[in-house]
């Protein structure tokens, strides 16, 4: 009886546990409620983000959604009252909305998943965990002479940020002892997950790695480094307490509810415009330029292949835009503006083609907002890449951060079209 009576106490501590998690897997966004936005929204909105009240999440339009954190409610609500702002309430309680809809959708979807011997290949329906990144990294490189993985540093978390570098094909007429790196056409550089909650432009670049990797054409005589996971501290943090993180998980503050730096503004090229000082904010650019530890990795491994790139593209959501320098001003014009617009139109017709998504060519400040200390603006401005650009995926704001996982591959199947399509006018 005594062991009965521990093996049900062991039951239900387990399961008690097991409901505990569920119900608190979401805790971190009770409250918080989504508003939409309209009248004079632009700079409002943008100020009361830079204040922490606001989380921006539909910046590209007039009228757009913001979250607003339990703790802001009744001082944003009075800001914007004041500023003549209305706003609608879209969603009472953020955490109530996630956990209905992970109840809707349960048993609904298919579940991918990998092991550390058994990780072939990207998922198609299923957004994987940083671990089976790692795994299918590992594979990959493993399986191909033309790729190598290397860590570049480590988090605040002690997470590898991890590069896949693909060194250009070897035509078979070669001196099978030659260097395919010097009749290399040059570099490409790809991004994605600077940004915790964007999950789709990890899940893009994984397969972006693959075609990159089976292409047999013109594409396949450049050098590739692909950052398929800027952020896994923030990425995990996303996955397991607050599908809506944006920054990285370092502590730059006593307060728990402050904690993290907005990677995308921390970059020293024009650093601080259209960002924040204020910790809470979703926009904070640090405590000075490359304070973090995920951007200091990126700086140098760039720097490093400097004058071999060709393009740096970044890989963001939401929007569907191709968005192009310069971040930090309205009135400034890149170099090679004309250029930027032009190639990145083939990006776009070519996407369309793919699957009828429509993207469109944008100036970052002038289409979306000013914003500074980003990778795109301090590879153009610093590093001297012509071609730089911030990729928006999917969608236009019906899903946006909480996009379906069923959206992956025709998201990269149209990116790889349009990519292609890029490389080929720039080579």
Request: some cysteine.
């Amino acid at each position: 009886m005594a062991v009965l009576a521990l093996s049900l106490a062991l039951l239900t501590s387990v399961a008690s546990a097991a409901k505990a998690q569920t119900s608190t897997h979401h805790e971190a966004l009770r409250g918080h409620q989504i508003w939409h936005l309209s009248g004079e929204v632009g700079t409002v909105a943008l100020e009361l983000t830079q204040k922490g009240l606001l989380d921006m999440l539909d910046p590209s339009r007039a009228s757009g959604k913001v979250r607003v954190p339990f703790q802001s409610l009744e001082e944003a609500r009075r800001i914007l009252q004041e500023r003549g702002v209305a706003h609608q309430i879209l969603t009472e309680d953020l955490a109530t909305f996630l956990e209905d809809q992970e109840r809707r959708t349960k048993g609904s979807t298919k579940s991918e998943s990998c092991d550390p011997n058994a990780c072939p290949k990207p998922f198609s329906d299923s957004y994987m965990t940083f671990e089976q990144m790692e795994w299918f990294l590992k594979r990959l490189c493993e399986s191909s002479p033309r790729a190598s993985l290397a860590s570049l540093g480590k988090t605040s978390e002690n997470r590898d940020i991890w590069m896949v570098r693909l060194r250009p094909k070897m035509d078979p007429e070669e001196d099978p002892e030659g260097d395919p790196e010097e009749d290399a056409a040059g570099a490409v550089w790809i991004e994605a997950g600077i940004h915790a909650r964007e999950w789709i432009s990890s899940a893009v670049t994984l397969h972006l790695l693959e075609k990159l990797l089976q292409d047999t054409g013109d594409i396949g005589s450049l050098d590739a480094y692909v950052v398929p996971m800027v952020n896994p501290d923030g990425y995990e943090y996303s996955r397991m307490h607050n599908r809506f993180w944006r920054k990285n998980r370092r502590k730059t503050s006593t307060r728990a509810d402050c904690v993290g730096v907005d990677l995308n503004r921390n970059w020293d090229f024009h650093y601080g415009a259209g960002a924040s000082d204020n910790e809470c904010s979703e926009v904070f650019m640090g405590t000075e330029p490359f304070s973090e530890p995920e951007t200091k990795a990126l700086r140098d491994a760039m720097t490093r292949v400097k004058d071999q790139l060709k393009l740096v593209l970044c890989l963001h959501s939401y929007g569907q835009r191709l968005l192009y320098p310069w971040g930090y001003s309205k009135s400034d014009v890149a170099p090679y503006t004309d250029d930027l617009v032009r190639e990145g139109n083939a990006f776009v017709e070519a996407a369309q083609r793919s699957d009828n998504t429509s993207y469109a060519v944008t100036n970052v400040a002038a289409g979306l907002y000013v914003a500074s200390g980003t990778t795109e603006d301090w590879s153009k401005g610093v590093l001297g890449v012509k071609y730089t650009y911030t990729l928006e995926l999917r969608d236009k704001g019906e899903h946006g951060f909480l996009l379906g996982p069923s959206n992956i591959l025709p998201c990269s199947e149209e990116v790889w079209a349009g990519l292609q399509a890029l490389l080929k006018k720039i080579i």
